[in-house]
C-alpha cells in the first residue's frame, strides 16, 4: 500500500486548495459568533454557582449535576477565574476544543492513509452541523468536551495498544481509565466509548487473550454503571422522558435523518459495512460503522428533547467510516481519485453546514441581549441609582402562564444582576407589587416605562 499514491494525481495541488477552503469559512464563521454571540440562558446560572466553588461532592454523586462535573462545575470554575465576563475568551476556548477534537482525528487517519486523508477526516468534525449547533451557545461545552475526550480515547487506545500481540502497557491501561472517567463525567454519552475496547475483545482474539484489556473493561464498565443508577432520578424528569414505542423511535430516526428512507439506509449502511469490514479483518474501520448507532442509543428514545448537536458523533462515525472504507475499495491506481472525492466531501459537508452558518451569522446568540444589559448599564448608572426594583414585560403580550423569550434570555433577570447591579431586585411586571421603573423588551432596546 503507497499512501504517496494519493498524491499522484496531476490536479492534486488544486483539489488539496480545494478540500481545505471550507476550514477557512467556518473558520471565520467561528470567530465571527465569539466577538458578537454572548452568555445566554443557562450560562448565566452555571457562571453564578461555580464562580466561587469546585464541588467535589458531585464528582461522587453525578445526580447533583447531572453526571457533568468536567463539563459544568470545572469548566465554569476555571472558565470564570481565566475569563472573567468575557464571553469572547469562552468562545475562543470553545473553539481550541474543538480544533482539538479535529486535531487527534487528522493524527487518527493520516496515521493510516496520509496526511491528505487525515485532514479530510478532520474537517468532516470541523464543519460539522452538528458542532456549530454545540459551539454557537457557550453551555454546550457540555457536548463539545465529551467529544473531545471519546476521541482522546480513541486516539490513545489505538497508540498504544500493540494489535500485533494484543498487548497494552500498565501505566497506559490507567491513563485510559483517566480519559474515560473525564469523557463520563463531561456528559453521561462519554462511557459509551467503552465500547471500542468491548469490540476489539469480541473481535481480536490477540486482544482476548490478554486479561487486561477484560479489566479495562469490567473498570470502565462498573463506573458507567454507577453513573446511570445515580443518574436515574435526574433523567426521569418531564424533558428526558424516554418511550420505547414505535413512534417514538420513527419519530426520532425521522428527526436526526430526516424521514424512513434516509433512516433506513443509516441503518443498513452501519451494519452491513460493519460486516464487510469485519470479515475483512479491518476492524478500527468496522467499530466506526458500529460506534455510529451506539451512540445514537441515548437519543433514540427521548419523546420531548430533539436536538441536532446531539447527532454529532453518530453522523461523525458513520461518515469517518464511510471515508475509511473507500480507501480499502480502490486499487492503488484508483487512489489517484481520492483528492477529488474529498474535494467533493469537502463541498458537500460545507454546503450541509451553511444553514446554520447563515442562521447564526444573521442572528448571534444573545446578541439583543448583550446590547440590553449595556443599555440597563448605562441608566443605572446615570438614572437610576435611586431605584430598587427594575421590572420587564414584552412588546407583545403572553400567556398569564408563559415565559417571555426575552425574560428566559436573561435566565429570569439573572443577566443583569450579573452584569449590571447585584443589589438591584429584577422581575416581570406581573410578578411584582412594586416597580420603581419598567423596561419594554423591543428587539435590542430596553424602553423605560415610569410606573
Not at 462545575?73 to 482539538?100: P, Q, T
Not at 457557550?138 to 498487548?167: C, R, T
Not at 487473550?209 to 433523567?235: A, D, S
Request: aromatic share 22%; net charge positive.
Amino acid at each position: 500500500m503507497n499512501k504517496n499514491n494519493i498524491c499522484s494525481n496531476p490536479a492534486f495541488g488544486l483539489l488539496t486548495i480545494i478540500t481545505i477552503f471550507p476550514i477557512f469559512i467556518i473558520g471565520y464563521f467561528y470567530f465571527y459568533i465569539s466577538i458578537n454571540a454572548w452568555f445566554w440562558t443557562e450560562d448565566f446560572a452555571f457562571y453564578e454557582r461555580y464562580l466561587t466553588l469546585i464541588d467535589f461532592e458531585s464528582l461522587f454523586h453525578p445526580e447533583l449535576n447531572s453526571g457533568r462535573f468536567v463539563s459544568r462545575n470545572l469548566y465554569w470554575y476555571l472558565a470564570d477565574h481565566f475569563f472573567g465576563k468575557n464571553s469572547e475568551y469562552y468562545y475562543a476556548f470553545n473553539f481550541f476544543i474543538i480544533a482539538s477534537t479535529s486535531y487527534l482525528i487528522y493524527k487518527i487517519f493520516s496515521k493510516r492513509h496520509g496526511a491528505y486523508f487525515g485532514t479530510v477526516s478532520a474537517l468532516l468534525y470541523f464543519c460539522l452541523p452538528s458542532v456549530i449547533g454545540c459551539y454557537v451557545w457557550l453551555s454546550n461545552s457540555q457536548h463539545l468536551l465529551p467529544h473531545f475526550f471519546v476521541v482522546l480515547f480513541i486516539f490513545y487506545y489505538i497508540e498504544q495498544v500493540d494489535f500485533a500481540n494484543g498487548k497494552l502497557k500498565l501505566s497506559s491501561f490507567f491513563i485510559l481509565i483517566l480519559i474515560f472517567a473525564f469523557g463520563l463525567s463531561s456528559n453521561v454519552f462519554g462511557g459509551l466509548i467503552l465500547c471500542l475496547p468491548c469490540w476489539y475483545i469480541f473481535a481480536d482474539s490477540k486482544i482476548r487473550k490478554n486479561p487486561l484489556h477484560w479489566l479495562l473493561i469490567v473498570l470502565c464498565l462498573i463506573l458507567l454503571l454507577i453513573f446511570i443508577v445515580k443518574l436515574n432520578n435526574v433523567t426521569h424528569n418531564s424533558l428526558y422522558e424516554r418511550s420505547f414505542s414505535f413512534d417514538t423511535i420513527r419519530t426520532n430516526l425521522n428527526y436526526y435523518f430526516r424521514n424512513d428512507y434516509l433512516s433506513l439506509f443509516w441503518l443498513i449502511s452501519t451494519f452491513s459495512g460493519a460486516f464487510i469490514s469485519w470479515r475483512s479483518n479491518r476492524f478500527f474501520e468496522a467499530w466506526l460503522f458500529l460506534a455510529s448507532p451506539v451512540f445514537y442509543l441515548p437519543f433514540a428514545f427521548l419523546q420531548y428533547q430533539r436536538y441536532l448537536n446531539y447527532g454529532a458523533l453518530t453522523y461523525l462515525f458513520f461518515f469517518l467510516a464511510c471515508w475509511d472504507m473507500c480507501f480499502w475499495f480502490m486499487n492503488e491506481k484508483a487512489r489517484q481519485l481520492i483528492p477529488l472525492l474529498g474535494a467533493i466531501t469537502s463541498i458537500v459537508i460545507l454546503w450541509f453546514a451553511m444553514p446554520q452558518v447563515r442562521v447564526h451569522t444573521e442572528n448571534p446568540i444573545s446578541s439583543e441581549l448583550r446590547k440590553q444589559v449595556q443599555q440597563l448599564k448605562t441608566f443605572n448608572k446615570f438614572e437610576g441609582q435611586a431605584l430598587k426594583n427594575y421590572c420587564f414585560r414584552p412588546a407583545t403580550p403572553v400567556e398569564k402562564d408563559a415565559v417571555p423569550m426575552e425574560w428566559y434570555a436573561s435566565f429570569y433577570g439573572l443577566a443583569f444582576r450579573i452584569f449590571v447591579d447585584p443589589t438591584k431586585n429584577y422581575s416581570l411586571s406581573r410578578e411584582s407589587q412594586a416597580c420603581d421603573i419598567t423596561f419594554i423588551f423591543d428587539g435590542p432596546n430596553l424602553k423605560k416605562v415610569l410606573e
